[in-house]
C-alpha cells in the first residue's frame, strides 16, 4: 500500500484509538540514526512538526505512552523521506527486538515456545494499549508458530514491521533463523491479522 501523505490519511490516522509505548518511538529514532545518521532523525522531526506532530525522539521517556496513531503517521513520514520498502520496515523491526528491555526481560526467563505462546498478549501490551496479541497455534515438531493479532489496525507498514519483530523475537527463543510471513491482514479485507513464524 503506497498511501500518501494526504489531510485524509492523517485524519484517519489521528483518529486510531489507544496508545503506545514511548519506547517503540524511541527504537523507530534510534533506527533512523543507524541508517541516516543524526541528520536523518533531524529530517525526520522537522517532517513531523511541519504537519503538526512534533516529536523530540530523545526527549521522550520510554515508559510513557502516546497516540497510537502518531506512530503511524511516524511511519509514514519515514516512507517518504527515506523510501523505505517492505524489508527497511522489517529490518526496523529486528532492530527493535535487540534494544528492546521489555523484550530481553521476557525472554530471559522464557527458554521455550510452548511458555513464550502463553506469555505473547501479557508482552504485547507492555507496548500498546488496544489489540489483542496470541499465539493461536504452534508446532515445535514441525517448526511453526501462527500470531493472530485482532482489534488492531494501524497501517500496512507496521505490519511489515511487526513481520520482522516477530521473526527476531522467535529466533531468541529457538535460536536459528526464522521467517515470519503475515498470511493475514486487516487492510487486505481480512477480520485480523494473522503472522505465521517458521524455522
Known amino acids: 500500500m503506497e498511501e500518501q501523505i494526504t489531510k485524509e490519511a492523517l485524519e484517519r490516522l489521528s483518529g486510531i484509538e489507544g496508545e503506545s509505548r514511548g519506547a517503540a518511538f524511541k527504537a523507530d529514532g534510534d533506527f533512523i540514526i543507524k541508517e541516516k545518521g543524526e541528520e536523518g532523525l533531524i529530517k525526520l522531526e522537522k517532517r513531523l512538526a511541519e504537519l503538526g506532530y512534533p516529536i523530540k525522539y530523545k526527549k521522550m521517556k520510554a515508559t510513557d505512552f502516546f497516540p497510537s496513531g502518531l506512530r503511524g503517521i511516524e511511519l509514514l513520514v519515514i516512507r517518504e523521506l527515506f523510501s523505505f520498502t517492505k524489508e527497511d520496515f522489517a529490518q526496523m523491526g529486528i532492530f527493535q527486538t535487540k534494544i528492546s528491555l521489555i523484550l530481553k526481560l521476557f525472554l530471559k526467563f522464557f527458554v521455550s515456545i510452548d511458555v513464550l505462546s502463553k506469555k505473547v498478549p501479557e508482552m504485547w501490551r507492555k507496548y500498546y494499549t488496544t489489540g489483542d496479541l496470541k499465539v493461536t497455534e504452534h508446532n515445535t515438531a514441525e517448526k511453526y508458530l501462527i500470531l493472530t ?15 520482522g519483530y516477530f521473526a527476531n523475537a522467535v529466533k531468541m527463543v529457538v535460536g536459528v533463523p526464522v521467517v515470519c510471513e503475515e498470511t493475514k491482514c486487516i487492510f487486505k479485507g481480512d477480520d485480523h491479522h494473522e503472522f505465521m513464524a517458521k524455522w
Open 149 to 163: 493479532l485482532t482489534d488492531f489496525a494501524l497501517h500496512p507498514f507496521h505490519c511489515q514491521l511487526l513481520e
